[in-house]
């Protein structure tokens, strides 16, 4: 059942998110409106709220700078002996203008204590070599319900890629594959030990029922896993006696000439016949980042950069959907996570991208659906169009 709440979609969930426990559900927030703005930020802070006494809350986040009400009920939490702990990339500590207050991160780490809320080295990511980049938090017990996985592309922050920007978050109850290969690489970013090929380390895809997981950075020069992905659409196929077209959408904040196999993979794609779609926020001044554009619209890849316009409300959301052919399967298929199409995101930085197969009672075709209407309303922003219900309905 899909319900609307605040402005933004939440999928597979009651109205209430049950008091009697959690359902694992998909939240996008609406960054159109104040109340819509804070839909995740707001699902978080309800989760804390209701982690048990003597249960595990292990974050793992690129930027807590704001969203203090997160941080007074990690505080909460801690006191009421909950077991939390928090690793940041070391820019969380980072204060802003006006009033430069302390940020988000310092005032639980100064709560709870410097032991349990920690940062990244100041020279580099955890694991890899530039940026903790990744966004998902992780609960052993809230309200009776366990191995609660939260994986986000939103920040801990009022702004630079949370409640101003279009995010995604998907909420994956009593999911113990997924949880526990989320706890392993929370241990790994806590031990702060650099590992440059951990994705190979873990083995590439970290297979579970509700999800296919992969944990970065990858080793220099090595294959880019989603190009190869992206190489399997078949664009052009039959299914049931009746011609068909594959359709590849995409969001992410940034993509720069650096991840040329993916590059070419799209391009590739456009000009054998998919329809294909990027949506991003691209920075004006980054060259490396602009230099895409032109390359991706002259193969027909229909770009939609949020940056060409300064939008107020950017694209952050950094996830795949495909519909049609992929290998020798039909379908639709979606992958969210932390990372964007960048260099960094593939050799450099912690990072996490997921498959998800299935959310509560949605399967593959509802959950990219799901996901589709998000890209849908996006794009409606971008286009100065009237924005559809929530529900695309």
């Known amino acids: 059942m899909a319900v609307v709440a605040a402005g933004g979609l939440v999928a597979g969930v009651p109205t209430a998110a049950s ?3 959690v359902k694992s559900h998909i939240v996008f927030n609406n ?13 978080i802070q309800k989760l804390v709220q209701g982690a048990r006494p003597g249960s595990r809350i292990r974050i793992s986040v690129y930027r807590f700078s704001n969203a203090h009400g997160i941080a007074d009920a990690l505080i909460a939490a801690d006191r009421r002996g909950v077991d939390v702990r928090i690793i940041a990339d070391k820019g969380a500590t980072r204060r802003h203008a006006p009033n430069y207050a302390p940020t988000g991160f310092e005032r639980v780490r100064d709560a709870i204590g410097g032991d349990k809320v920690v940062t990244c080295p100041e020279t580099r990511a955890c694991i890899g070599e ?11 017990n809230v309200r009776g319900t366990r191995n609660i996985v939260v994986q986000t592309s939103q920040n801990l922050n009022a702004t630079g890629g949370t409640t101003t920007d279009w995010n995604d978050a998907v909420v994956l109850a009593n999911a113990t594959g997924t949880y526990n290969a989320y706890y392993r690489y929370f241990g790994d970013l806590w031990t702060r030990k ?8 873990r083995g590439g895809e970290v297979s579970s029922p509700e999800a296919v997981v992969q944990f970065f950075p990858k080793a220099r020069r090595t294959a880019d896993p989603i190009a190869k992905t992206l190489r399997q659409v078949k664009c052009l196929y039959t299914n049931n006696g009746k ?24 391009t ?16 004006p001044a980054d060259g490396s980042r602009t230099a895409v554009i032109p390359v991706l619209r002259d193969a027909g890849v229909k770009v939609y950069d949020f940056g060409e316009y300064t939008s107020p409300n950017p694209m952050h959301s950094k996830y795949i959907l495909v519909s049609g052919k992929l290998g020798q399967k039909v379908g639709k298929w979606t992958w969210t996570g ?4 960048t260099y960094g995101s593939l050799y450099q930085d912690d990072e996490a991208v997921l498959q998800l197969r299935k959310v509560g009672k949605l399967g593959p075709k509802k959950i990219h659906d799901t996901y589709r209407c998000n890209f ?8 100065g169009r009237p924005v559809p219900r929530p529900n695309c309905k």
């Open 194 to 201: 650099p590992v440059p090929n951990y994705w190979r380390k």
């Open 243 to 266: 011609a068909r077209k594959s359709h590849v959408r995409i969001t992410t904040g940034n993509f720069n000439n650096k991840r040329a196999e993916v590059l070419t993979a799209l």
């Open 130 to 140: 530039k940026l903790n980049h990744t966004k998902f938090l992780l609960f052993s």
């Open 338 to 341: 932390s990372a964007n199409f």
């Open 19 to 21: 008091a009697a426990g």
């Open 376 to 383: 849908v309303r996006a794009r409606a922003q971008f286009l």
């Open 268 to 283: 590739g794609l456009a000009r054998k016949g998919c329809t294909v779609e990027v949506m991003l926020t691209v920075d």
């Open 31 to 43: 960054p159109l409106t104040p109340k819509g703005a804070k839909n995740i930020e707001n699902r």
